[in-house]
């Protein structure tokens, strides 16, 4: 099976960076599956003592999927944008689930997103922030690309910047007002909420 | 569309707001935003949020979900179920580890407290001292303790410890805060010592009492003080040496301060229900003065543990006084002046805190109780035990009541050994006389009956002690009469094979023999008797191809010595098809034993107990060819008939328990089963022990039902358990032990965990090529099992050869005859080659039916 989709990812991906928009509708849920089951296998197998990189881990994912013979760098940015929005779907779906097994779902089972309740409490709820972004997505959407690529896809400034082909001062600004956004828009849901 | 529009220049606005000087900020506003006040108001808004953003998506959304846990090496823990707790919420992490608020599910939901101890320890080491500490705590029911519920190990391997959920705060802490005067302050120490004081009339000793143990918490507006972590410190000690106290970086991991001097010796660590005594001196000095006696800053380690050895603690009053400054806050916390705490602690409390200090032990109060007993002297204003003045009489209470205190703390161990010796000394004494002899002999052997679990029903633990004490004292003790030593020897290697001791039991049976054979002859029916057990004791440990051998000279000899029929000629047959059936031969076997159960039912009736243990070895026969029905009647027939004849309780009994599980497993009916096999398992721990081989078994056979019913989680908890126990007592290379880690790799498998589940698989099959060897029908079912993971893997081809190789190398025949229809390998189903590989089996699952 793996070996099929190793050809069938990069040709997906070499007909979206050329235009064909429905491609990213195929290539998401196939590496979404690769990052799950790499995420799965790391936090599984490897008595790592440093802190799990959701970059170590796209690169990886890039590696396993992507026949490099066949694409231009261009393309691997591209790659990129699909894995930042992959690993969005990851946490939030996650963040979901874990909302939902509180109601007494099948949590016998270990599964691999145990990105930790640990600190949801204290921390971004990422279902509340996914929502957030996507309003933010209407009015600004390369601002709400910036902070999906750099929050979830985990991209370097210039990463990002080469991602979305901009300057990277620009990458800075975007990223600074949607973060002031994003908060103040969560802040209020839970104004009112409350 | 105009919201879009607002948007923009709202966004515009507010950059340029942060390019400007926060005092500038007004007017720019008022200029930018015109008589747009909403505009305005919002953009102050978000300038205003602009502060408070800290690091709010700083991090990567993976990280900052908690990877990067402190120590780094347990990332994905929140979330995660560790058996049967769901771990919630990391609420304290410090030197030993992380401290988890978690969920219990089963068998009773609550929340508790998960202390998972930091990596680097031998955690099978530290599960096990608290395993042998287990009852204890069990035992231990108190107001004042927190109950330690359970320990375990982490997929990663690192220990924990699950507790009762204290939600309170330290006593130092908890008394500073509320500013308690020092009478407050002794009542709520009263009932710490009380405590403490429980634990040890239950064999408890804590060993790491200090305020952070010591959780204050309030019941109905009342300061409730619990102890936590009783039974911790003894499961993860090491010595506290200059090694001890360092981790492998060189980081100092703890300070001396609560420790007692005697657990600050060079010379391994020799703590009793004094040293507890020690650490409560502390924590009251702490309570009354607001610092510790001995001040251990800064200080090299040597130098600590010195001072802690040699330096008397000062005077709390003063202490109290020398604090200077420091003392102020500590008077007011306590509703005092500096000068009036000095006063209070003068004299009473001084002579009080300073006893329970002593560094020599036999100078300290024995018990809490006697130090709770000075306390409420002193609240009552009567005169102290503690003080000076009253040194002669204080020590001759003193010494009587530490006699006491003694007792209570070393409780039944001590009774047992003294017990134990007082035998063998009398042993010594009486063997001169012959006939006396035999009289104690057979007085000893009574004795070990006891812990024969078919006699004494679960007194195995005490009765062990009394039994090891006795099989070393043995070569010394009975030497001039090596008849009876012999006979000593055997009986002791019988009651170890009960208790499923076999190598002890095999060390014991061999010197046996060794002495039977040269005082009496090699043909003698007591020689004959001993080597029958030896070949036993071997089979108990899976040394088929050795107990084969011996079985089969003892089968001959008794033959010729005793007659073909002779029970114990019998008894040698049915040992023999055993050691065959270990050698996965299974048709040899079948043979020997449906002879033996015709001649035993014929000889000795058919409600005999060898009869019947003829009928229960026939049983796993029928399986391995897949007849099952036929197995589940006979089955119920044996169980039937031992609960009748030999009890409910019985390990016979409780093995056909067992059996019948297995059958209705195999018939698919897993609710019927799980409910026998649980009650089996539950009858065996208290019968046999949680220990014993049968015991064991009836475990693994529970996970193998709760792994069929999709029920993994647990079935991997018991799975771990069972291995983890099988390691120990039957070792490494086990038969039994082998299949408990191919059991736990199939779960593993299930749980998604496929490279954790391959390694241990593949792991276990190198074990079981070396051991066993490579046509052993073990050796082959992980072989397949190993197949089927390559099949989840998608890997095909790789998985037919593994089957065919599983198959060609003595795969059981039910095995053969069921790949068609495992689920497991639907997806072959469309491969050419699968046909092939299941007429194979067929094939092979014939012929082995097929007695050579």
Redesign the interface.
């Given at each position: 099976m793996r070996g099929e989709s190793h050809g069938e990812i990069t040709e997906l991906l070499l007909a979206w960076s050329s235009g064909e928009v429905s491609a990213l509708d195929k290539l998401i849920p196939l590496v979404y599956a690769e990052l799950h089951r790499l995420a799965h296998r790391y936090m599984r197998d490897q008595p790592v003592t440093h802190t799990l990189q959701t970059s170590a881990l796209i690169n990886e994912a890039y590696l396993r999927l992507i026949d490099c013979s066949r694409v231009r760098w261009q393309d691997r940015a591209h790659f990129l944008a699909v894995a930042a929005r992959a690993m969005r779907r990851i946490l939030v779906d996650y963040a979901r689930s874990r909302k939902s097994l509180r109601r007494g779902g099948d949590y016998q089972r270990i599964s691999l997103e145990a990105v930790a309740t640990l600190h949801q409490a204290r921390s971004t709820n990422l279902v509340e922030l996914d929502e957030a972004l996507g309003t933010l997505a209407i009015t600004f959407p390369r601002k709400a690309q910036v902070i999906e690529l750099r929050f979830f896809g985990g991209l370097s400034v210039q990463e990002t910047a080469a991602v979305l082909d901009v300057s990277e001062d620009t990458v800075l600004r975007d990223w600074k007002l949607a973060r002031v956004r994003l908060y103040h828009a969560m802040k209020r849901g839970h104004e009112h909420a409350g | 569309m105009l919201?879009?529009e607002r948007?923009?220049r709202l966004?515009a606005i507010?950059?340029a707001a942060?390019k400007q000087d926060a005092s500038r900020r007004p007017q720019f506003l008022e200029e930018a935003c015109g008589d747009d006040a909403a505009l305005r108001q919002e953009i102050e808004?978000?300038l205003g949020?602009?502060r408070?953003?800290g690091d709010?998506?700083e991090k990567?959304?993976?990280?900052?979900?908690?990877?990067?846990?402190a120590g780094?090496?347990e990332?994905?823990?929140?979330?995660?179920?560790l058996g049967p707790y769901?771990l919630?919420?990391?609420i304290g992490a410090g030197g030993m580890g992380e401290v988890w608020l978690a969920e219990q599910k089963q068998p009773v939901h609550r929340r508790v407290a998960l202390k998972l101890i930091k990596?680097g320890m031998d955690t099978r080491e530290v599960v096990a001292r608290f395993e042998s500490e287990r009852q204890a705590l069990a035992l231990m029911e108190h107001p004042n303790i927190a109950k330690v519920f359970d320990a375990g190990a982490t997929?990663?391997g690192r220990p924990y410890f699950v507790m009762e959920y204290v939600a309170g705060i330290p006593i130092t802490e908890y008394c500073d805060q509320h500013r308690m005067t020092l009478h407050e302050r002794l009542e709520l120490f009263v009932h710490v010592c009380e405590g403490v004081q429980h634990a040890h009339q239950k064999a408890v000793i804590h060993r790491d009492l200090k305020p952070s143990n010591i959780l204050v918490s309030e019941v109905d507006g009342k300061p409730v003080p619990r102890i936590i972590d009783f039974g911790l410190a003894k499961a993860t000690s090491q010595p506290l040496s200059a090694e001890g106290m360092f981790t492998q970086a060189g980081a100092i991991v703890g300070t001396p301060t609560y420790m007692s001097p005697e657990q600050a010796g060079s010379t391994g660590v020799d703590v009793d229900t004094r040293t507890d005594v020690y650490s409560l001196g502390v924590v009251l000095y702490e309570l009354l003065v607001g610092v510790a006696p001995l001040d251990f800053h800064k200080l090299a380690l040597d130098e600590m543990l010195r001072r802690l050895r040699e330096e008397e603690a000062p005077r709390p009053s003063t202490k109290a006084r020398a604090l200077g400054e420091a003392s102020g806050a500590a008077a007011e916390n306590r509703g005092c002046s500096p000068a009036g705490l000095a006063r209070q602690l003068r004299g009473d409390l001084d002579a009080i805190t300073l006893k329970a200090l002593e560094k020599e032990r036999a100078r300290r109060y024995a018990t809490p109780s006697e130090l709770v007993a000075d306390i409420v002297r002193y609240l009552r204003n009567e005169p102290v035990l503690a003080r000076p003045a009253r040194a002669s009489y204080r020590t001759r209470k003193y010494l009587r009541r530490h006699r006491i205190g003694v007792a209570v703390a070393a409780g039944l161990l001590v009774v047992l050994i003294s017990f134990g010796a007082a035998q063998t000394l009398q042993l010594r004494r009486i063997t001169r006389e012959r006939d006396r002899a035999d009289r104690i002999a057979a007085f000893m052997t009574g004795m070990f009956k006891v812990s024969d679990p078919s006699a004494a029903r679960g007194n195995s633990i005490t009765a062990r002690e009394i039994l090891d004490k006795a099989s070393k004292e043995i070569d010394t003790a009975l030497s001039k009469d090596p008849e009876l030593q012999a006979q000593m020897m055997q009986a002791m290697g019988d009651v170890y094979h009960s208790l499923g001791l076999f190598s002890q039991a095999q060390s014991l049976h061999t010197r046996a023999v060794d002495i039977r054979r040269r005082v009496l002859g090699p043909q003698h029916p007591d020689t004959l008797t001993s080597m029958n057990s030896l070949g036993a004791s071997l089979a108990g440990q899976g040394r088929y191809a050795e107990a084969e051998k011996l079985n089969r000279a003892t089968l001959e000899m008794r033959r010729r010595v005793l007659g073909p029929e002779h029970p114990d000629t019998l008894k040698s047959m049915s040992n023999l098809a055993i050691a065959l059936r270990g050698e996965g031969r299974f048709a040899e076997a079948e043979k020997l034993n449906r002879e033996t159960l015709e001649i035993r039912r014929r000889v000795l009736g058919p409600e005999h107990p060898d009869t019947l243990q003829s009928m229960s070895n026939l049983a796993p026969a029928l399986h391995q060819e897949g007849r099952y029905a036929e197995a589940e009647k006979l089955n119920r027939e044996t169980l039937e008939i031992r609960r009748r004849v030999l009890g409910p309780d019985h390990p016979d009994t409780l093995k056909s328990m067992g059996n019948l599980a297995v059958d209705l497993y195999e018939e698919g009916r897993y609710a019927e089963a799980e409910k026998l096999d649980h009650e089996a398992v539950e009858i065996q721990r208290r019968v046999s022990g949680p220990e014993h081989p049968n015991t064991l078994s009836a475990m693994n056979n529970l996970a193998l039902i709760l792994y069929s019913e999709g029920?993994?989680?647990?079935a991997e908890k018991l799975d771990r358990e069972t291995l983890d126990i099988r390691r120990r007592v039957l070792g490494p290379e086990h038969l039994e032990t082998l299949l408990s880690k191919m059991n736990l790799a199939l779960v593993l498998d299930k749980?998604?965990?496929h490279?954790?589940a391959e390694k241990l698989l593949r792991e276990t099959l190198d074990i079981q090529r070396r051991v066993l060897g490579p046509d052993h029908p073990r050796t082959a079912l992980s072989t397949y099992n190993l197949g089927v993971f390559s099949v989840h893997q998608?890997n095909r081809g790789e998985a037919l050869s593994l089957l065919q190789d599983a198959v060609d190398h003595g795969l059981p025949p039910n095995v053969d005859l069921g790949i068609e229809k495992d689920p497991d390998l639907q997806s072959l189903h469309g491969d050419p080659r699968f046909p092939a590989l299941v007429a194979h089996a067929k094939e092979r699952a014939a012929a082995a039916r097929k007695p050579k």
């Open positions: - | 919201d879009s948007e923009q966004d507010y950059s942060l808004s978000l949020d602009e408070k953003l709010f998506l990567p959304a993976l990280q900052a979900a908690g990877f990067a846990m780094g090496n990332r994905w823990l929140a979330g995660q179920t769901d919630l919420e990391l990596a997929p990663q029920r993994y989680a647990e749980e998604d965990r490279a954790e998608g």
